[in-house]
């Protein structure tokens, strides 16, 4: 079935350093790609997504592209802030169909950024 | 616009009963996805609804099952709980079946004793 690897956490940067959060996947087709986000005491929200290979989603400084040579998914921001601290969440649909609110998460990651 | 409400926001039970949580879509969004996170398994699909249907299944015992009402409403009711269905058990909704952003609640934390 689909799954979704995400690198093992926690992570902790200082104010302005480079994030990478490495994610790959395993799924049949062309999945839709997301990494969603929990900040402390909220729900989750989505962060990008990307739906078809080569895709780069992008949002508040954060970027990912749909690698499908390398079924990744790698989350990056160059300058992270404090505000960044949170957990984030790879994840996909299988491709097609009614599949789409069905979502396969990876275990997540906790971002914390010092000052 | 108002988000997606689910109540109640927390709960404890014993073993061998039953709950029942409820979740509010945003106003106008017809599919409501259920999920199950844990420390241990992370975030798992439960089940989606559309139209009162039942779409989607997760890999879930048969304790576990849901219903959508007519006003995009949904529920989701737990039997014979056991102390591993401790949980938050979160609610999403989205505006239809195709494919698009999914909105979460705040979620339903259930303790089983």
């Known amino acids: 079935g689909d799954s979704v690897t995400q690198m093992e956490g926690p992570v902790t940067l200082s104010e302005e350093a480079f994030l990478t959060i490495n994610c790959t996947y395993t799924?049949?087709?062309?999945?839709?790609l997301f990494w969603y986000v929990q900040y402390p005491g909220e729900s989750l929200q989505l962060l990008l997504k990307?739906?078809?290979?080569?895709d780069k989603g992008s949002n508040k400084g954060f970027e990912a592209t749909y690698r499908k040579e390398t079924t990744s998914f790698h989350l990056e921001k160059g300058s992270v802030q404090v505000s960044d601290s949170a957990v984030y969440f790879c994840a996909l649909s299988a491709a097609g169909g009614t599949s789409y609110g069905k979502l396969t998460f990876g275990q997540g990651t906790i971002l914390t950024v010092h000052p | 616009k108002a988000g997606v409400t689910q109540t109640p926001r927390y709960l404890i039970k014993t073993r061998g009963q039953q709950v029942t949580l409820s979740c509010s879509p945003i106003?106008?969004?017809?599919?409501v996805s259920w999920y199950q996170q844990t420390p241990g398994q992370g975030l798992q699909f439960l089940f989606e609804y559309f139209s009162e249907t039942q779409r989607n299944k997760g890999n879930f015992p048969g304790r576990f099952s849901g219903r959508q009402f007519s006003n995009s409403r949904s529920e989701m009711n737990v039997s014979t709980l056991e102390l591993g269905d401790s949980a938050l058990y979160l609610c999403a909704s989205r505006p239809g079946l195709a494919a698009g952003e999914l909105f979460f609640g705040e979620g339903s934390r259930l303790t089983v004793l």
């Open positions: 990307a739906t078809k290979a080569d």
């Open positions: 106003s106008g969004h017809r599919s």
């Open positions: 799924a049949t087709g062309y999945p839709s």
